[in-house]
């Protein structure tokens, strides 16, 4: 079974939020900045490294 793993707009929803962090908040270190999740979360955090796989951890 083939199924494409697609960033849910819910996930598309918190790399904005977190970009937005990023950005009002320049003290963040962009280097140490991580998506994690578990269960449905864990979900979420694999299809938002599609958009951002610099941060899955």
Do not use: H, N
Request: glycine residues 6%; aromatic residues 6%.
């Amino acid at each position: 079974m083939d199924v494409a793993l697609k960033p849910s707009a819910d996930a598309k929803l918190a790399v904005k939020v977190l970009e937005k962090v990023m950005k009002d908040y320049p003290e963040v270190d962009t280097k140490r900045v991580y998506i994690t999740g578990l269960a449905q979360g864990g979900f979420s955090q694999a299809s938002s490294s599609i958009d951002r796989p610099c941060c899955a951890a």
